[in-house]
């Protein structure tokens, strides 16, 4: 069903239901408690048995030689460990972290002219490759992000706004039978001023097509809406969408970290920190917040190990190292989650400090991440293309060039590992000497090569194979030689 066929029931309520029909697995409960994850609140903070409490230990007061109970604030350590942060950080770089490679091969002059005009003008002026940063982390986080592109007046660019539930807005998209998305549904919050009295947090609603769009208050429409749209027949949104976070399904194994290593931090402060055992009846206790703890003991006339018990005996109570089973459980937990997420790029950087590794060996490292790579651009693609797309249409608007609409412009991605140009430029030219490849499309691959400069090169290989061709002689025929067409004229 279309969104036009939809907004015919003339009942919003029913409307918006089937608008956002088909969304993707999570709720809004689900995205907002992933952000709360993401922002480090982790289990292990709620935990009512790990709360701090305050205890009362017996003190005599060396001056009145009287005893006392004196209260002593008994903490317990709680590490919210981020690694879900770091799964974030790795799969928005790995994705947009070098940015896009725009390709563009059209050798005709007014094609090259109206891209260099496109490009200067809209693409690096609209800070695109920052919005779809953004983008690539939220959707980590979220599933789910939109760009709202629009013309900015005062400083006449194109610009695009992010918008996610975390920023304050419900947003989302339907698709007709074909899958092609038609309508953009946003919810939000704002403030506004009506005969000089403020209202705050009005519930709005905006509903995007591509030829017109509608805002309701509540379930009321706004008075003069709808509007058309700004460029006809394009709405101009990108919209991406997951199916999960990142992180989803390691969030237990994060959990299990954290207790783990905050139990086992306990035990280095319990245990770890000077404690001395003497050998006997305990007298005393240390307080709980002693730097040095001395446990007293008095002699109960036993013998100990070959010695009287009147002889003093005391030393440190200590542990020489966490139990076997639990340092490979903390280790398997490390593994799987970054072997079910993105790798430790602080051990590309350990091991590339400790040897020398080769651009082919880090690659070969991080294979598994090229494959979820992979699975992530065959969505992605269709929305930088749709990006470009928009672009391409508000560009020819505004710059009144409508040769934009016409280019054929692409783009690849740039991968986060580092690469060598070198090796590109050998690749390319081995392909171009065995004519697997032409010096036009093996000029377009690099990326410092603007479409003026191709064309360039192609032009100059030309005539250089003219002139090659023209040099080219066979060796006359003497026609005073008898047989002239033999061999050596005989």
């Given at each position: 069903?279309?969104?036009?066929?939809?907004?015919?029931?003339?009942?919003?309520?029913?409307?918006?239901?089937?608008?956002?029909?088909?969304?993707?697995?999570?709720?809004?409960?689900?995205?907002?408690?992933?952000?709360?994850?993401?922002?480090?609140?982790?289990?292990?903070?709620?935990?009512?048995?790990?709360?701090?409490?305050?205890?009362?230990?017996?003190?005599?007061?060396?001056?009145?030689n009287k005893s006392e109970w004196i209260p002593h604030k008994k903490t317990h350590t709680r590490l919210a460990?981020?690694?879900?942060?770091?799964?974030?950080?790795?799969?928005?770089?790995?994705?947009?972290?070098?940015?896009?490679?725009?390709?563009?091969?059209?050798?005709?002059?007014?094609?090259?002219?109206?891209?260099?005009?496109?490009?200067?003008?809209?693409?690096?002026?609209?800070?695109?490759?920052?919005?779809?940063?953004?983008?690539?982390?939220?959707?980590?986080?979220?599933?789910?992000?939109?760009?709202?592109?629009?013309?900015?007046?005062?400083?006449?660019?194109?610009?695009?706004?992010?918008?996610?539930?975390?920023?304050?807005?419900?947003?989302?998209?339907?698709?007709?039978?074909?899958?092609?998305?038609?309508?953009?549904?946003?919810?939000?919050?704002?403030?506004?001023?009506?005969?000089?009295?403020?209202?705050?947090?009005?519930?709005?609603?905006?509903?995007?097509?591509?030829?017109?769009?509608?805002?309701?208050?509540?379930?009321?429409?706004?008075?003069?809406?709808?509007?058309?749209?700004?460029?006809?027949?394009?709405?101009?949104?990108?919209?991406?969408?997951?199916?999960?976070?990142?992180?989803?399904?390691?969030?237990?194994?994060?959990?299990?970290?954290?207790?783990?290593?905050?139990?086992?931090?306990?035990?280095?402060?319990?245990?770890?920190?000077?404690?001395?055992?003497?050998?006997?009846?305990?007298?005393?206790?240390?307080?709980?917040?002693?730097?040095?703890?001395?446990?007293?003991?008095?002699?109960?006339?036993?013998s100990l190990e070959g010695t009287t018990s009147g002889t003093a005996d005391m030393k440190y109570l200590e542990?020489?190292?966490?139990?076997?089973?639990?340092?490979?459980?903390?280790?398997?937990?490390?593994?799987?989650?970054?072997?079910?997420?993105?790798?430790?790029?602080?051990?590309?950087?350990?091991?590339?400090?400790?040897?020398?590794?080769?651009?082919?060996?880090?690659?070969?490292?991080?294979?598994?991440?090229?494959?979820?790579?992979?699975?992530?651009?065959?969505?992605?693609?269709?929305?930088?293309?749709?990006?470009?797309?928009?672009?391409?249409?508000?560009?020819?608007?505004?710059?009144?060039?409508?040769?934009?609409?016409?280019?054929?412009?692409?783009?690849?991605?740039?991968?986060?590992?580092?690469?060598?140009?070198?090796?590109?430029?050998?690749?390319?030219?081995?392909?171009?000497?065995?004519?697997?490849?032409?010096?036009?499309?093996?000029?377009?691959?690099?990326?410092?090569?603007?479409?003026?400069?191709?064309?360039?090169?192609?032009?100059?290989?030309?005539?250089?194979?003219?002139?090659?061709?023209?040099?080219?002689?066979?060796?006359?025929?003497?026609?005073?030689?008898?047989?002239?067409?033999?061999?050596?004229?005989?």
């Open positions: 069903m279309k969104a036009e066929e939809i907004l015919t029931l003339n009942d919003i309520g029913q409307e918006l239901n089937l608008l956002k029909k088909n969304q993707s697995r999570l709720t809004l409960g689900d995205v907002r408690k992933s952000i709360r994850f993401y922002n480090n609140d982790h289990k292990i903070l709620h935990d009512p048995e790990l709360r701090d409490e305050w205890i009362k230990e017996k003190e005599i007061d060396p001056e009145t460990l981020p690694y879900q942060q770091q799964i974030i950080m790795t799969a928005s770089s790995w994705l947009m972290g070098k940015g896009l490679n725009i390709v563009f091969t059209s050798d005709v002059d007014k094609d090259i002219k109206s891209y260099q005009n496109w490009m200067d003008n809209v693409w690096n002026k609209s800070n695109i490759i920052t919005l779809l940063r953004e983008v690539a982390k939220i959707t980590g986080i979220e599933t789910r992000a939109a760009i709202q592109f629009f013309y900015d007046e005062e400083s006449q660019k194109i610009k695009g706004k992010v918008l996610s539930i975390g920023k304050g807005y419900e947003i989302y998209r339907h698709k007709d039978e074909n899958g092609k998305m038609d309508c953009i549904v946003i919810r939000y919050l704002r403030d506004k001023i009506v005969d000089g009295v403020l209202y705050q947090d009005v519930d709005t609603t905006e509903l995007y097509l591509q030829d017109k769009w509608y805002r309701y208050e509540g379930l009321e429409l706004v008075a003069g809406y709808p509007k058309e749209s700004p460029i006809k027949d394009k709405l101009l949104f990108a919209y991406f969408e997951q199916d999960y976070p990142e992180y989803w399904f390691v969030r237990d194994l994060i959990d299990k970290q954290d207790y783990a290593r905050s139990q086992h931090s306990d035990v280095n402060v319990r245990i770890g920190n000077p404690a001395l055992v003497v050998h006997g009846k305990l007298a005393t206790k240390p307080k709980i917040n002693d730097a040095v703890k001395i446990y007293e003991i008095q002699s109960s006339g036993s542990i020489s190292s966490a139990p076997e089973s639990v340092k490979l459980e903390m280790e398997n937990n490390e593994k799987d989650i970054y072997r079910f997420t993105y790798p430790d790029l602080y051990e590309l950087l350990t091991k590339a400090v400790s040897g020398n590794l080769s651009s082919k060996s880090m690659s070969l490292m991080f294979t598994h991440v090229f494959a979820k790579m992979a699975e992530k651009q065959a969505v992605w693609d269709d929305m930088i293309r749709r990006c470009i797309s928009i672009l391409k249409s508000m560009g020819a608007v505004i710059l009144e060039d409508e040769n934009i609409l016409n280019l054929d412009i692409s783009f690849t991605y740039n991968s986060l590992l580092p690469s060598s140009i070198d090796d590109l430029i050998n690749t390319l030219s081995v392909a171009v000497g065995a004519h697997l490849t032409t010096y036009e499309r093996a000029a377009s691959q690099i990326d410092f090569n603007d479409p003026a400069t191709v064309k360039a090169i192609k032009e100059k290989f030309d005539v250089t194979q003219q002139e090659a061709t023209a040099s080219t002689t066979t060796k006359p025929i003497d026609n005073s030689l008898p047989n002239p067409n033999g061999v050596n004229g005989g």
